[in-house]
DNA sequence: CGCTGCAATTGGAGCGCTCCAATTCAGTAT
DNA sequence: ATACTGAATTGGAGCGCTCCAATTGCAGCG
């Protein structure tokens, strides 16, 4: 025991685990990785030195002589937006099973170093990174990994694939749902960036098909709480005959419902109000909003497994994938 | 002389890096480390050659020589609740300045291996943890690098230094403010879980300090809208007097109020409401919630520079740190 | 009973860095 | 010039793994 090379403070190396089993190391690797054609009797062995040393591979070495992580980077915008978080579970669900480790990154985790988000994931040695933001003013170059571009955003990237929700179909399907309820006159809440861009064609396209005037505000304002509040007071002064409005997302679904209530009107009563995104408030019992869900789980899978193929195969036949939305009804909107 | 290995179709490695600025590889991992003795003529010439080649260090490389990574870990619960964002602001912004990277994640992120999240950032040779999650069934056991707990958690560990803020403080705050606007009949939606726990206590206290009767509901039930929600009618229903309610934190507030309109009691006419946190939730202009703030960010500074001071010193004089907490208020309370 | 063939094991050569002791360089004093 | 110094720079030896070619073990076969 006290000819151990193991000193305590030290954690033990995969060298430790050989000589504890009565293996070379190379076996030990060959378990780690759960490679075939290792007997039973080794493995088993093996497995049972681990435990009792507590051994810990190392990340950084396995990196290092493999040539990969076995790890993803996902980079989202900020973590106050939460609409990942579900992207994220599709992710992880397929990643896990293959397992490969997943870790999350905003964009403003630029460190010391002026370090974008993609930097510190490349050198970081990830095997792949889903990107999940508004590109930021640097854009998103090329890069030596495969990238797959998740969520609805006006993000392209050369070599990168995309797997989108279908925003403006979301938007239709919300339209088409007021309409169906007898709403004539429908306002939408607006802001700038890709996916609220989006949403606002779909809005365009459905109201002018249902021969409709379509109304706007917040065009170029921040999608936020208070963004919502701003265009939904904007949206009553210049059309009061509306009785139906539609958010770009449910954070400004919310702000409307301050400039509502401080105009007066009754939600759903006076005024029809949709989301966008089902998100927690959405689905809360004090807003209970009618609502577009986009699915981001099933997005968070595809963009995973798509991620995949391209790491592990070199197949590029790999078409952009777009997964519709699903309209979900609630009691802020009513017939009119 | 024998310092010309290359890598043509790969990334630049530091040999690259050094041969392009006529220089050795140990003169490059200097600049790289920024140490001082490297001549002005030198470093730029280094410099400039890794603009050139577009060199990436690689992480794991640097962390299997070095010993450490510079980069610490983050543990979270859940990404659903934000109140770790500030937190999480508060660690970067002392941490950016000391070049260490820091990477989150939150408890269920076991993948294939089943490995905890603890785990998985020692596999990956953080230099610190910030454990900032309920502790899960298994505990939290010593491991081999310093872990700093941080926030209200009942959390604790041998040789972990603790940041809290002062949960009990902030309800008797919360209960003191209540009580001079005047009410006398204060309830309290509570829940399981440590902080929640803590906030109980103070408010308890508070409440017997004024001479007045506690009135609790929703013991051991979820933390979550649909707790405040159940806890809320549960003890309208006991205590149908109650003029102002303290809820344990701004998401039950939020089921609360959901609660409360549906029994007809307005808020703040007929109900003051509290929550707890100072989330975006509160700030929000529909819900205007008063409320307690933890000023996380603080916490998040005191915890990364107790981390640090574990990293880089062998110093183990560090107090357990607390923060206290401040009232924000707004308008859903009103004198009685 | 040696021989083939395949499965199970093993040692060695790096991966791209950091750290350290050794070396070179330049500046000053002799 | 020469010796002496401290600062700047360098090569070599790993860090803990993976990968690969080489080796061993052990069936079944002639």
Redesign the interface.
């Known amino acids: 025991m006290s000819d151990d090379k193991r000193s305590d403070d030290n954690?033990p190396t995969i060298y430790d685990v050989a000589r504890q089993a009565g293996v070379s190391k190379s076996l030990v690797s060959l378990v780690l990785r759960d490679s075939p054609g290792v007997s039973e009797k080794r493995r088993t062995a093996v497995l049972q030195a681990i435990t009792e040393l507590g051994y810990?591979?190392?990340?950084?070495?396995a990196?290092?002589a493999g040539h990969h992580?076995r790890s993803i980077g996902v980079i989202i915008d900020d973590?106050?937006n939460?609409w990942?978080?579900e992207l994220?579970e599709g992710i992880?669900h397929v990643?896990?099973?293959?397992?490969?480790?997943?870790?999350?990154?905003d964009q403003?985790?630029?460190?010391?170093?002026r370090q974008s988000a993609l930097?510190?994931f490349?050198?970081?040695?990830v095997d792949g990174i889903v990107f999940a933001a508004e590109p930021g003013t640097e854009g998103i170059r090329p890069v030596?990994v495969p990238v797959v571009i998740a969520g609805a955003r006006d993000t392209t990237m050369v070599g990168a694939d995309i797997v989108r929700n279908d925003d403006a179909l979301g938007a239709r399907l919300a339209v088409d749902y007021l309409v169906g309820l007898g709403h004539r006159h429908i306002g939408h809440l607006t802001a700038a960036g890709g996916s609220a861009a989006r949403r606002r064609e779909g809005y365009q396209e459905a109201v002018q098909a249902a021969g409709l005037t379509p109304h706007l505000a917040g065009l170029g304002g921040p999608a936020t709480?208070?963004g919502g509040?701003q265009a939904c007071l904007a949206l009553l002064r210049a059309a009061p005959e509306l009785t139906a409005i539609l958010a770009a997302n449910d954070t400004m679904a919310?702000?409307a419902?301050?400039a509502l209530?401080e105009q007066g009107r009754a939600v759903p009563t006076d005024v029809s109000l949709m989301g966008y995104d089902n998100s927690?408030l959405a689905a809360?019992?004090?807003l209970d909003l009618t609502t577009v869900d986009n699915r981001n789980f099933d997005v968070g899978v595809q963009a995973a497994e798509t991620l995949l193929a391209r790491i592990t195969q070199n197949d590029p036949a790999i078409p952009p994938i777009s997964i519709p939305p699903a309209l979900v009804t609630r009691s802020s909107t009513a017939p009119r």
């Not at 490349?122 to 040695?125: A, G, T």
């Open positions: 954690r810990q591979p190392s990340r950084a070495a990196t290092l992580s973590y106050r939460m990942f978080v994220l992880r990643m896990d099973a293959h397992g490969y480790h997943v870790t999350v990154s403003h985790s630029t460190g010391v170093l930097d510190g490349l050198s970081m040695n030596g709480e208070e509040y919310f702000g419902l301050a209530s927690p809360s019992r004090y």
